[in-house]
Protein backbone atom coordinates (compact mmCIF):
# COMPACT_ATOMS: atom_id res chain seq x y z
CA UNK A 1 0.00 0.00 0.00
CA UNK A 2 1.42 2.76 -1.63
CA UNK A 3 1.85 5.71 1.93
CA UNK A 4 1.71 8.78 -0.42
CA UNK A 5 -0.58 8.68 -3.50
CA UNK A 6 -0.79 11.72 -6.48
CA UNK A 7 -2.41 11.04 -9.79
CA UNK A 8 0.41 10.63 -11.83
CA UNK A 9 -1.09 12.38 -14.79
CA UNK A 10 -0.23 13.66 -17.68
CA UNK A 11 -2.28 17.01 -16.21
CA UNK A 12 -2.83 19.20 -19.58
CA UNK A 13 -3.91 23.29 -18.35
CA UNK A 14 -4.34 26.09 -20.59
CA UNK A 15 -2.41 29.03 -20.35
CA UNK A 16 -3.53 31.56 -17.06
CA UNK A 17 -5.99 29.23 -15.89
CA UNK A 18 -5.70 27.80 -12.47
CA UNK A 19 -3.39 24.24 -12.16
CA UNK A 20 -4.97 22.05 -9.15
CA UNK A 21 -2.67 18.91 -7.66
CA UNK A 22 -3.87 16.50 -5.32
CA UNK A 23 -2.30 14.31 -2.96
CA UNK A 24 -3.20 12.11 -0.48
CA UNK A 25 -1.51 10.21 2.55
CA UNK A 26 -2.14 6.96 4.81
CA UNK A 27 -0.36 8.33 7.94
CA UNK A 28 -2.96 10.30 10.29
CA UNK A 29 0.22 11.47 12.35
CA UNK A 30 1.94 13.42 9.63
CA UNK A 31 2.68 16.87 10.80
CA UNK A 32 5.10 18.43 7.59
CA UNK A 33 3.94 18.32 4.02
CA UNK A 34 6.21 19.47 1.21
CA UNK A 35 5.52 20.28 -2.59
CA UNK A 36 8.57 19.88 -5.05
CA UNK A 37 8.97 20.82 -8.76
CA UNK A 38 11.09 18.49 -10.82
CA UNK A 39 11.26 19.61 -14.71
CA UNK A 40 12.96 16.66 -16.55
CA UNK A 41 16.37 16.22 -16.17
CA UNK A 42 16.80 17.97 -13.21
CA UNK A 43 16.79 17.53 -9.15
CA UNK A 44 13.64 18.22 -6.92
CA UNK A 45 13.42 22.18 -6.09
CA UNK A 46 11.29 22.86 -3.02
CA UNK A 47 8.67 25.03 -3.79
CA UNK A 48 5.89 24.66 -0.68
CA UNK A 49 6.00 23.53 2.83
CA UNK A 50 2.88 23.40 4.94
CA UNK A 51 2.18 22.73 8.25
CA UNK A 52 -0.78 23.37 9.77
CA UNK A 53 -4.65 22.74 8.45
CA UNK A 54 -5.31 25.67 5.79
CA UNK A 55 -4.25 27.44 3.25
CA UNK A 56 -0.58 28.83 2.70
CA UNK A 57 -0.14 31.45 -0.27
CA UNK A 58 3.28 32.31 -1.97
CA UNK A 59 3.05 34.30 -4.80
CA UNK A 60 1.30 32.35 -7.74
CA UNK A 61 1.25 28.82 -5.52
CA UNK A 62 -1.44 28.16 -2.56
CA UNK A 63 -0.86 24.91 -1.01
CA UNK A 64 -3.93 23.27 0.91
CA UNK A 65 -4.01 20.73 3.58
CA UNK A 66 -6.40 19.12 5.53
CA UNK A 67 -5.52 16.58 8.19
CA UNK A 68 -8.79 15.40 8.45
CA UNK A 69 -8.94 14.33 5.21
CA UNK A 70 -5.78 13.15 5.02
CA UNK A 71 -5.25 15.42 1.93
CA UNK A 72 -2.88 18.29 0.52
CA UNK A 73 -3.16 19.99 -2.53
CA UNK A 74 -1.20 22.87 -4.80
CA UNK A 75 -3.13 25.22 -6.83
CA UNK A 76 -0.47 27.78 -9.12
CA UNK A 77 -2.70 30.32 -10.35
CA UNK A 78 -2.15 31.88 -13.71
CA UNK A 79 -0.24 29.21 -15.05
CA UNK A 80 2.61 29.72 -16.91
CA UNK A 81 4.23 27.43 -19.37
CA UNK A 82 7.26 27.12 -17.51
CA UNK A 83 5.16 25.64 -14.77
CA UNK A 84 5.36 22.27 -16.87
CA UNK A 85 7.05 19.96 -14.84
CA UNK A 86 6.51 16.95 -12.42
CA UNK A 87 4.94 17.93 -8.51
CA UNK A 88 6.10 15.57 -6.12
CA UNK A 89 4.57 15.60 -2.52
CA UNK A 90 6.37 14.59 0.19
CA UNK A 91 5.23 14.03 3.63
CA UNK A 92 7.64 13.17 6.86
CA UNK A 93 5.48 10.13 8.49
CA UNK A 94 5.02 10.53 12.15
CA UNK A 95 7.54 9.05 14.84
CA UNK A 96 10.24 11.20 14.68
CA UNK A 97 11.58 9.27 11.36
CA UNK A 98 13.30 12.07 9.65
CA UNK A 99 13.04 9.97 5.65
CA UNK A 100 10.55 12.07 3.76
CA UNK A 101 7.84 9.86 1.96
CA UNK A 102 7.34 10.62 -1.51
CA UNK A 103 4.29 10.72 -4.28
CA UNK A 104 5.27 9.02 -7.66
CA UNK A 105 4.49 12.65 -8.86
CA UNK A 106 2.04 14.14 -11.10
CA UNK A 107 3.19 15.51 -14.54
CA UNK A 108 1.40 18.82 -15.27
CA UNK A 109 1.72 20.41 -18.86
CA UNK A 110 1.00 23.68 -19.54
CA UNK A 111 -0.45 24.42 -22.86
CA UNK A 112 0.04 28.20 -24.26
CA UNK B 1 19.57 30.46 1.30
CA UNK B 2 19.74 26.64 1.75
CA UNK B 3 21.76 25.40 -1.58
CA UNK B 4 22.99 22.10 -1.77
CA UNK B 5 26.03 21.49 -4.68
CA UNK B 6 26.82 18.23 -5.94
CA UNK B 7 30.31 17.29 -7.79
CA UNK B 8 30.73 16.42 -10.79
CA UNK B 9 27.45 16.56 -12.16
CA UNK B 10 28.21 14.07 -14.85
CA UNK B 11 31.02 11.58 -14.92
CA UNK B 12 31.35 8.74 -17.33
CA UNK B 13 33.96 5.81 -16.08
CA UNK B 14 34.71 2.02 -17.10
CA UNK B 15 33.00 -0.45 -15.49
CA UNK B 16 34.69 -2.22 -11.98
CA UNK B 17 36.35 1.38 -11.49
CA UNK B 18 34.76 3.44 -8.53
CA UNK B 19 33.31 6.89 -8.14
CA UNK B 20 32.69 9.36 -5.46
CA UNK B 21 30.23 11.72 -5.51
CA UNK B 22 30.31 14.38 -2.94
CA UNK B 23 27.32 16.32 -1.58
CA UNK B 24 27.86 19.95 0.12
CA UNK B 25 25.52 22.29 1.99
CA UNK B 26 27.18 26.00 1.47
CA UNK B 27 25.20 27.86 4.02
CA UNK B 28 23.29 26.08 6.58
CA UNK B 29 24.87 22.82 8.61
CA UNK B 30 23.30 19.81 7.72
CA UNK B 31 23.18 16.55 10.70
CA UNK B 32 21.01 14.82 8.08
CA UNK B 33 22.08 14.20 4.55
CA UNK B 34 20.12 12.09 1.67
CA UNK B 35 21.03 10.18 -0.73
CA UNK B 36 18.45 9.19 -3.70
CA UNK B 37 18.73 7.52 -6.74
CA UNK B 38 16.49 7.95 -10.13
CA UNK B 39 16.26 5.94 -13.19
CA UNK B 40 14.63 7.67 -16.30
CA UNK B 41 11.14 8.23 -16.41
CA UNK B 42 10.78 7.05 -12.59
CA UNK B 43 10.39 7.97 -8.90
CA UNK B 44 13.13 9.00 -6.69
CA UNK B 45 14.29 5.73 -4.59
CA UNK B 46 15.66 6.89 -1.49
CA UNK B 47 19.02 4.95 -0.72
CA UNK B 48 20.19 5.83 2.40
CA UNK B 49 20.04 8.28 5.49
CA UNK B 50 23.74 10.14 6.46
CA UNK B 51 24.15 11.32 9.95
CA UNK B 52 27.09 13.27 10.63
CA UNK B 53 29.67 11.09 12.40
CA UNK B 54 27.88 7.90 12.43
CA UNK B 55 26.82 5.23 10.06
CA UNK B 56 24.62 5.68 7.39
CA UNK B 57 21.27 4.09 7.56
CA UNK B 58 20.71 1.52 4.15
CA UNK B 59 17.27 1.20 2.60
CA UNK B 60 16.09 -2.26 2.24
CA UNK B 61 17.67 -3.79 -1.05
CA UNK B 62 20.76 -1.19 -1.11
CA UNK B 63 24.03 -2.99 -0.69
CA UNK B 64 25.98 -0.83 1.86
CA UNK B 65 29.63 -2.58 0.67
CA UNK B 66 28.56 -1.19 -3.04
CA UNK B 67 27.43 2.37 -2.10
CA UNK B 68 29.31 3.72 0.24
CA UNK B 69 28.43 6.81 2.16
CA UNK B 70 30.47 8.85 4.61
CA UNK B 71 29.51 11.97 6.49
CA UNK B 72 32.33 13.43 7.95
CA UNK B 73 31.68 17.05 8.67
CA UNK B 74 27.92 18.79 9.19
CA UNK B 75 28.51 20.07 5.64
CA UNK B 76 29.56 16.90 3.48
CA UNK B 77 28.56 13.76 2.52
CA UNK B 78 30.24 11.60 0.27
CA UNK B 79 29.08 8.34 -2.06
CA UNK B 80 31.30 6.19 -3.54
CA UNK B 81 29.73 3.70 -6.02
CA UNK B 82 32.63 0.53 -5.88
CA UNK B 83 32.48 -1.84 -8.54
CA UNK B 84 30.38 0.62 -10.91
CA UNK B 85 28.63 -2.14 -13.78
CA UNK B 86 26.36 -0.42 -16.12
CA UNK B 87 23.38 -1.01 -14.19
CA UNK B 88 24.72 1.61 -11.41
CA UNK B 89 24.38 4.19 -14.64
CA UNK B 90 21.34 6.35 -12.91
CA UNK B 91 21.04 9.95 -11.57
CA UNK B 92 22.04 10.24 -8.49
CA UNK B 93 20.90 13.12 -6.08
CA UNK B 94 21.75 14.02 -2.39
CA UNK B 95 19.66 16.43 -0.09
CA UNK B 96 20.53 18.06 3.21
CA UNK B 97 18.33 18.70 5.88
CA UNK B 98 18.19 22.08 6.94
CA UNK B 99 16.97 21.53 10.97
CA UNK B 100 17.47 25.17 11.34
CA UNK B 101 14.19 25.87 9.58
CA UNK B 102 11.15 23.42 10.49
CA UNK B 103 13.25 20.57 11.47
CA UNK B 104 12.30 18.59 8.20
CA UNK B 105 12.90 20.71 5.40
CA UNK B 106 15.33 18.91 2.78
CA UNK B 107 16.73 20.38 -0.19
CA UNK B 108 18.07 19.13 -3.02
CA UNK B 109 21.56 19.09 -4.75
CA UNK B 110 21.27 19.40 -8.65
CA UNK B 111 22.46 15.50 -8.87
CA UNK B 112 24.96 13.11 -10.59
CA UNK B 113 24.75 11.65 -13.75
CA UNK B 114 26.56 8.72 -14.08
CA UNK B 115 27.14 6.57 -16.97
CA UNK B 116 29.22 3.42 -16.91
CA UNK B 117 30.60 1.82 -19.95
Known amino acids: QKEVEQNSGPLSVPEGAIASLNCTYS??????FFWYRQYSGKSPELIMSIYSNGDKEDGRFTAQLNKASQYVSLLIRDSQPSDSATYLC????????????FGTGTRLTIIP | GAVVSQHPSWVICKSGTSVKIECRSL??????MFWYRQFPKQSLMLMATSNEGSKATYEQGVEKDKFLINHASLTLSTLTVTSAHPEDSSFYIC?????????????FGPGTRLLVL
Open chain 2, 95 to 107: SARDGGQGGETQY
Open chain 2, 27 to 32: DFQATT
Open chain 1, 27 to 32: DRGSQS
Open chain 1, 90 to 101: AVNPSGGNEKLT
